[in-house]
């Protein structure tokens, strides 16, 4: 198999917030992509052989854990985690049930 499968795809909305998440995946020598959209993202197609996708909640319009819903849809199973700043009660429930491998609440240690 390809490379691909270690692709990292990060979608965040915040610039400053992906630029950061791309440092820190390039530093750790993974090959990764960045959205500011989830409709962006589903758009490219890129998502395919992606091992990991990882998503802020809050984003312009699809959120995370729809993202998440969108890519099982389309048969994409790469490792989900979500990120946020805006936790809720029994969100990071709902992110686990729906699939989510982690949740991280931001700001978070670049060794989670």
Do not use: W
Request: charged share 20%.
């Amino acid at each position: 198999m390809g490379r691909a499968i270690n692709k990292v795809i990060v979608v965040e909305d915040d610039e400053s917030m992906r630029e950061a998440l791309g440092r820190l995946l390039g530093a750790a020598g993974l090959e990764y992509a960045s959205y500011a959209s989830a409709e962006a993202l589903l758009a490219s197609g890129a998502f395919e052989g992606a091992g990991c996708v990882v998503s802020d909640m809050k984003l312009p319009a699809m959120s995370g854990l729809d993202l998440l819903a969108a890519l099982r849809a389309r048969g994409a199973r790469p490792c989900f985690i979500l990120i946020t700043a805006h936790d809720a009660p029994g969100l990071r429930e709902e992110a686990t049930r729906q699939g989510a491998a982690a949740y991280l609440t931001k700001p978070f240690h670049g060794a989670a």
